[in-house]
Each structure stands twice: as structure tokens, then as C-alpha cells.
């Protein structure tokens, strides 16, 4: 480990680095960008069956088909699991923001079920061949971290802070010292 330490003689370099630790205390709205973020990714999960971050879900095993009516797309019956990840004003999507953390997802008990599998379908995109000797939910992900992703979210906190600072400023760095 390489560590530094000394004072500061200057009040311009105190006062910026102060400024600089203020402006680093709330990330809020760049927490609120990756939150609308997550939402369209969620919806284009929805929207794609899972294909728009990788592997497309499961199809539906034909017991589920025959009890909608043929009706519905995959992990859609009445919308609510959709729409409680895709929007804000949904009873049960959960959404708290605060200076330096995001709590973003659903209250309904059912989804933790498609993101990882259930029985035989834990941890497996796709169904063991029949006949299954139990029931089962193969996995449908909805929340896929890419690196992509990852780092646009880590872009919309740097353009805050590069905002927010001339520190952080590369034309501004030399006219601060």
C-alpha cells in the first residue's frame, strides 16, 4: 500500500478539496439517472423476453399456456410483476434514493423466484428434459448486470461530479494549484 500524508498550506487547495468532499456526499441525482436507467432496462427485458441482456427466458411450459388461454407473454399475466419494476407510480415497485445509495426493485414476493429459478429450475435457464419429477420455475432474470450497463452508471455519477467540480475538470485541474 502506498500512503501519503502531510498538510496543506494553501487555502485555495483546502477550500477546493473541501468543496470537492461535499460535492462527493450526495450522488443523489445521479442515482436518480440510474434508476430510470434500470427501469428501461427492465422494460426491455419485458418487452424481448429476456433477450434484450442475453439469453431469451424460458418458454412457457404448456400447462402455464393452456391456463392463460394462450393469452399473456412470458412472467406477463396481469402486468403487475411488470409494471411494479417498470413503474414508479406501481403499488408495489420500491424505489429509495438517498445521498449516496439506490434501493431499486419489487415488493412482490414471487419475483425473487424468476430472477434465480425454483425446484428444478434453480439457477437453470432451461428445463431438464420431461418427464420432471417435481415442480420447478426455470429462471427468467429480469435485472442482468452488463458491463455496459455497469459502466454508464458509473458515467452518469463521473458527470455529476465533473459538473459539479472543477477539480474533477481536466482544462479547470491546472488553473485550481
Known sequence: MIAFSGS????????SLNLLQAQLSDLSPAMELIADDIREMEA???????????????????????RKHGAGSILV???????????????DHVEAIDNLSLEIGTSLPYAMFQQAGAGWGFGEAVPPPAPRRSHGVPMRPSLVMTADRQDRWVGFV???????SPLLSGAELGKQF
Open 77 to 91: 399475466a396481469s402486468g403487475a410483476l411488470r409494471d411494479s419494476l417498470t413503474e414508479p407510480d406501481s403499488p
Open 44 to 66: 426491455a427485458q419485458f418487452a424481448s423476453s429476456g433477450a434484450g441482456r442475453g439469453t431469451p427466458w424460458a418458454a412457457l411450459a404448456p400447462s402455464t399456456v393452456k
Open 8 to 15: 496543506v498550506n494553501s487555502h485555495a487547495v483546502e477550500s
Open 158 to 164: 463521473a458527470r455529476q461530479l465533473e459538473s459539479q
